[in-house]
């Protein structure tokens, strides 16, 4: 796992050393930014939901975003992030909560103008994901949040707010973009 472009291009990712964690695979890391890029979307303020090695967060810092917060819940995937943010030198812009997305959503602060969030289980995550509009994490016609699922799942048509604009398959994998 890598960082695909951006200024911590090339640098390699560590990852939580548990199967507790599946990281996003490069392919499917590079087809989001390429359709965020091709959008138009701002990267300024990400936000990185269930951010296993923080390895689509890092890539939002990479691309240009100024500053993401990271939630995980497993204390080995927070140290992973903590050492990938320090190997990509930005650590000064990430900030960890080593929490469930739930109790970590009350102390954050928005609005984020790029939301991305790989649950374990998306359809089951999706209630949680809807408090982003009602803590006023993301707003209509300002943020983006990217969420990745089974190809196997339909992902809803509204989510937090935001409505589905597109959708990308790879493989296993889709990924539903809101705006």
């Not at 701002?42 to 240009?64: F, P």
Request: with cysteine; proline share 5%; net charge positive.
């Amino acid at each position: 796992m890598r960082v695909i472009a951006g200024r911590a291009k090339g640098h390699r990712l560590a990852g939580p050393p548990s199967r507790a964690t599946r990281p996003t695979s490069d392919l499917v890391r590079g087809a989001i930014f390429s359709a965020l890029d091709s959008m138009g979307a701002d990267l300024t303020r990400a936000l990185d939901l269930y951010a296993g090695s923080g390895a689509l967060g890092i890539e939002a810092l990479s691309r240009g975003a100024q500053r993401c917060d990271f939630v995980e819940r497993d204390a080995r995937a927070c140290a992973s992030i903590r050492q990938n943010l320090s190997k990509t030198g930005f650590e000064g812009q990430g900030e960890v909560l080593c929490l469930p997305v739930e109790r970590a959503l009350p102390r954050l602060s928005g609005p984020y103008t790029l939301v991305l969030a790989d649950p374990p289980y998306a359809l089951e995550a999706t209630a949680t994901l809807e408090l982003l509009a009602e803590r006023g994490l993301v707003e209509a016609g300002r943020s983006t949040l990217v969420l990745e699922h089974s190809s196997r799942e339909e992902a809803p048509e509204r989510l937090a707010g935001l409505t589905q604009v597109k959708t990308l398959r790879h493989g296993d994998s889709a990924v539903s973009v809101y705006r």
